[in-house]
Structures are given as structure tokens and as C-alpha cells.
């Protein structure tokens, strides 16, 4: 292999999440200004690509009540990236809005402004969004049903991105009727980056036609590598080449010098992120019934749960008729491992693969055969303590990175250059719904 495959980072400012530690000393705010320009600059430190911000318009319920299991707060992420573009200089800025809720036209222009200001470093993460709630804030209200949500984002993205082209753009469409003259110039980096999360067949096919960078849920290599061959696939589909679609798993670090040093802070941040009160409350997502009078340190309810009708965007965890299976399930593993609630639930919730622990340069080991093997282009890391979760990370993983040769030395430039990305101007078209994809004979 000529070149070495490189890999690059993003930090993913959660916001309302079950994961961000918030109680312990070492915290600061969800919401000041100051912990988001702290990780921003700390990210740009260490030459990330890209500061990432989620979106969640209404807090998570349960049973009626807000979710116990969430950190809430979460600012506009367009807001706060504006004022983050003002205090750095290299870093991406990433957005995620969803489509089922906003306008072609008004986000355009929105992201278009961030992506002047910040001259080439917007990018905007299509999500459709699967919280039922969500629908509730708006005049629409309601809520999409699965298909819908990924052929109206298509409409909406490709409306989006006709704007963005430049010209007089007169769309006609299932959901919009949009006559659109642009107000704004090109960026540098001509266009502002294209993400998407979302994994049903329907959401990856929509990856492949129409984005630049997947922020994906696929962690552990042979899943990654999994995912990254059916992606290739899609992309070829869809009249792409092969990894013309970048990959960046969503990811957890919990290093240190030592192997031992890690395992123990690994525990720690087990210990702090679940304790009594939130494996409770993650049980009753799938017990469908209140467990206040549970105690979370003895074993699983040895009482069914309650089988809910709702979905899982309602918060309900088990579907329909596998409830008492599952459950039942549960209880048996629980009790095979000898393990209560709150170590059961601390099992569960985080799945070990999302998670790198072990020291520096252990790490550093199993990321160089994440680049070997092309499983991915990076990671999207979720630091479970705001603003300083990604310290260690860019003073002593980076830099063993670099000496690996599979991370970058300097910014590129604009934040599609930083990703490696180049603009391919027939699948522009394409992607614009302008020029149909000629499927090659096989
Ligand atoms: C890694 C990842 C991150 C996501 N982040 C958000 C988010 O911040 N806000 C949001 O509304 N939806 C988010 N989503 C959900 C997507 O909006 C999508 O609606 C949901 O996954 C359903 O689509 P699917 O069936 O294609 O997966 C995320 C999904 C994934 C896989």
C-alpha cells in the first residue's frame, strides 16, 4: 500500500445523553459557553476534524416523567457553533437538524452562513429523528412514519443541496414547493459537508445517495469492517465509488499510562455513569411499570413486565410479545452471573465494543489495525466528562498516533479537505436528483 490510511477524530458534545458524567467533582456545565469553547479548542488541539453537536428538540419521557437516565441541556447546536466558529480556526463544525421538522429553504441558508463564517468548516448531520415527542413542539405535529421520514429527507436534501449549488431553483415536489433564489456565495469549501445517522436499510441507501460522512453505531472491527462492505456496496449503487462515502463510528476512550491504570478508571466511570437511581430507571424502560419500590442492589423484579403497545421512540423498550421472553432471559443471565441490578444494568447499557480502554499505547495498537484493515475513517468520540473528557486523549493518543503514521500532522484546510473528501461533480448532480444514475450492466 502506497500511502497509509489515516484515521480522524471528532468529539461528539452529547448533550441530553445517559452517559456524561455530571455528578462527579471533576464536571463542569452542560450548557456554559465555557465548556463548549474548552472542548472545541482542546479538539483543535489536538487536529480533530471535526466538534459535533446532537440534536434532541424535547426531553426523553418515561412513564409520563422526564427520563431519569438523561443529562439534560442542550443549547441550538447552529447558535453555539457560530459563536465556537468566533474561537477556533481549523476545526469542522458539525450540526445535526433533523428533516422532518425543518424547512429546505430556511436551513440552507442557515448552514450556507455558517459555512461563510466560518470560512469552509459547516457541516450538517441528517438525521430524521425517531423521538415520537419531537412532533409535539411543532404547528405539524405528528410524526412521520418510517418510510416517510427517509423519502421526505431525500426531498428535503436534495432540495438543500440545489440551493446550495447556486441558481434559481424551482422544485416541485411530494412534500415542498420551493421557488428559491440564492442570497449567498459559495463557501471555500464550496458546500457545507454532508453527514448522516441512521442505520435501518432505508437510512444507509440514503447515506450512499446522498452524504459525504456516515456517523455510524458500528464500533468493534469486524462490525465495523461488516458495515464499511455493505456501505462500499450501497455507494457503488448508487453510482459512487467504493469508500466514496466517509465512516466514523461513534466511540468512548478510557485510557491511561498503564493497562491497570485504565482498567480502574474504566470502573470508575462504570460506578459514576450508573448508579442506583439510573439502573432503575433504565429497567423501567423495559419493565413498562414503575420500580421505585425495587431495590436496585438485590436481583432482576421477579415480576413480569407490563407489555406496552408504544414504540421504542416512546420510550418503551421491549416490543410487544418478546417482553416476557426478554425478560425472562434477563433474569436468567443476571442470576447466572450472580449479579444485582445495578451490575446487571451496568453490563447492558454499555456495550463493550463502543468502548476503547487499556493504555496509551494498547490502544494506540488497536486503532493502527482499524486503519490497516480501512475499517473506518475515524472516530466520533463521546467523552464521558465535559470539558475535559478528551485531555488525555490528545495529549497521549494522538501523538502515539502520529508516530504510527495513521493520523494527521496538520489541518489540510477547509473541513472537506480535512476529511479527505473531494467534490465529484456528477454525483453532485445525482445527488441533486438532476442526472439519473445509469446502473452498470453486471
Ligand atoms: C450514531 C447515531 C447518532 C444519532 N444522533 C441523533 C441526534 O443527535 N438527534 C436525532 O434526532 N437523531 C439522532 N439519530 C437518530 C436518527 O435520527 C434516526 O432517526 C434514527 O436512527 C432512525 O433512523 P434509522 O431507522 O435509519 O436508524 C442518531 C442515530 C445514530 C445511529
Redesign the pocket.
Known amino acids: 500500500m502506497s500511502t497509509q490510511h489515516q484515521l480522524r477524530f471528532g468529539v461528539f458534545f452529547q448533550g441530553v445523553n445517559s452517559s456524561t458524567i455530571w455528578r462527579s467533582e471533576a464536571s463542569g456545565s452542560q450548557t456554559d459557553f465555557s465548556s463548549f469553547r474548552r472542548l472545541a479548542q482542546t479538539a483543535e488541539r489536538g487536529l480533530f476534524s471535526a466538534f459535533f453537536l446532537?440534536?434532541?428538540l424535547r426531553l426523553r419521557e418515561h412513564l409520563g416523567r422526564i427520563h431519569e437516565l438523561d443529562v439534560a441541556g442542550r443549547p441550538d447546536a447552529q447558535t453555539m457553533l457560530a459563536a465556537l466558529a468566533a474561537v477556533t480556526s481549523n476545526i469542522g463544525l458539525v450540526a445535526?437538524q433533523?428533516t422532518t421538522y425543518n424547512d429546505p429553504a430556511d436551513l440552507a441558508r442557515r448552514l450556507a452562513s455558517l459555512d461563510l463564517i466560518s470560512q469552509g468548516r459547516a457541516a450538517w448531520n441528517v438525521?430524521?429523528?425517531?423521538?415520537a415527542w419531537t412532533g409535539e413542539n411543532f404547528r405539524r405535529g405528528g410524526y412521520l412514519e418510517?418510510s416517510q421520514r427517509y423519502t421526505h429527507a431525500e426531498e428535503f436534501v436534495q432540495t438543500v443541496r440545489r440551493i446550495w449549488a447556486g441558481g434559481p431553483v424551482h422544485h416541485r415536489g411530494e412534500h415542498y414547493t420551493v421557488d428559491y433564489t440564492g442570497t449567498l456565495p459559495a463557501s471555500t469549501q464550496q458546500r457545507p459537508v454532508l453527514f448522516q445517522?441512521?442505520?435501518?436499510a432505508?437510512?444507509r441507501d440514503f447515506a450512499a445517495r446522498q452524504t459525504d460522512v456516515i456517523?455510524?453505531?458500528h464500533v468493534g472491527l469486524q462490525d465495523a469492517l461488516d458495515f464499511r462492505q455493505d456501505i462500499n456496496q450501497r455507494s457503488v449503487n448508487a453510482g459512487r465509488s467504493p469508500y466514496a462515502v466517509k465512516i466514523m463510528p461513534?466511540a468512548e476512550f478510557i485510557i491511561d499510562q498503564t493497562p491497570e491504570a485504565a482498567a480502574e478508571k474504566h470502573r470508575w466511570v462504570r460506578e459514576q455513569q450508573i448508579g442506583p437511581q439510573q439502573a432503575l430507571a433504565y429497567l423501567e424502560q423495559f419493565w413498562g411499570t414503575r420500580l421505585e419500590d425495587v431495590d436496585p442492589y438485590g436481583p432482576l423484579p421477579d415480576f413480569d413486565p407490563v407489555v406496552q403497545r408504544s414504540s421504542v421512540t416512546r420510550g418503551s423498550g421491549f416490543q410487544g410479545a418478546k417482553t416476557l421472553e426478554l425478560a425472562a432471559s434477563w433474569r436468567a443471565e443476571a442470576r447466572a452471573k450472580g449479579q444485582n441490578i445495578i451490575q446487571f444494568v451496568r453490563g447492558r447499557s454499555h456495550r463493550p465494543e463502543h468502548t476503547f480502554t487499556g493504555s496509551y499505547d494498547q490502544v494506540a495498537e488497536r486503532l493502527a489495525d482499524y486503519a490497516r484493515q480501512r475499517a473506518v475513517d475515524g472516530f466520533n468520540i463521546s467523552p464521558w466528562l465535559i470539558p475535559t473528557g478528551i485531555d488525555d486523549i490528545v495529549n497521549h493518543l494522538v501523538p502515539r498516533l502520529q508516530e504510527r503514521g495513521i493520523y494527521p500532522q496538520s489541518y489540510a484546510g477547509t473541513l472537506r479537505e480535512n476529511l479527505g473528501l473531494t467534490i465529484d461533480h456528477d454525483h453532485e448532480l445525482h445527488a441533486q436528483g438532476l442526472l439519473p444514475v445509469e446502473q452498470e450492466a453486471s
Open positions: 446532537g440534536e434532541g445535526t433533523n438525521v430524521t429523528t425517531h423521538n418510517h445517522a441512521g442505520d435501518s432505508e437510512g456517523f455510524s453505531a461513534s
